[in-house]
């Protein structure tokens, strides 16, 4: 829809992590005020778009409080999201909604898998609850926005269709779709991408 006007602990990475958004728009604001006083900064604000991707691991955290604590967290980062991309001043912002984290790979292994620690599946159901909980907030937020344009785009959808599809090629099923006929584009959807060798031009799904 169109509105007008994390990296786990156990996973060792070589990268710092990131400072969070307050931080991050501080630092922007502040090399926005050094570059409009330079011949280079002075650049037209429409030319300007913030992209903020968040939810994924905020869910993956909150859904093993209890609902209610839960709901709570999750309209309270709304509520700050919010607040610092208003502090942006920037007018056009690409806000995705959140994909589903019960559907990677890596959720299975840790949460729900046979040696996983969600064996009856309540912090499954506790993380479905709240990404529609924060995707409704995303949307009903961005409805009532007056600062600029905001873009919010389902990746969610566009995640489950391409785990649809390899499940569908490697049982050999094709929907009225066409889905399942063609190979898909990620080889592997079960096993998260850190445990796999991936081959030069392979993918995988965390």
Not at 104 to 126: K, M
Not at 160 to 165: C, G, N
């Amino acid at each position: 829809m169109y509105y007008t006007a994390g990296t786990s602990p156990s996973v060792a990475l070589p990268v710092e992590p990131l400072t969070d958004l307050k931080a991050q728009v501080q630092h922007w604001i502040e090399l926005e005020r050094q570059e409009r006083n330079t011949i280079v900064g002075q650049v037209e604000d429409e030319a300007l778009i913030f992209t903020v991707f968040f939810g994924a691991w905020d869910i993956r955290g909150y859904a093993e409080l209890d609902k209610d604590h839960a709901r709570s967290a999750v309209e309270s980062s709304i509520k700050s999201l919010f607040e610092q991309l208003e502090r942006s001043f920037v007018p056009k912002i690409v806000l995705p909604r959140t994909p589903d984290p019960t559907f990677l790979p890596r959720w299975r292994t840790e949460r729900t898998g046979p040696s996983a620690i969600d064996t009856h599946g309540e912090v499954q159901n506790t993380a479905v609850l709240l990404v529609q909980l924060w995707n409704d907030y995303i949307e009903q937020t961005a409805e009532r926005w007056t600062k600029g344009d905001i873009y919010v785009p389902d990746p969610n959808g566009w995640m489950l269709k391409h785990i649809r599809a390899n499940q569908s090629y490697h049982s050999g099923i094709i929907d009225a779709t066409g889905a399942g006929k063609k190979t898909p584009v990620f080889e592997e959807v079960k096993a998260p991408y850190t445990s796999l060798p991936v081959s030069e031009n392979g993918a995988c799904v965390w």
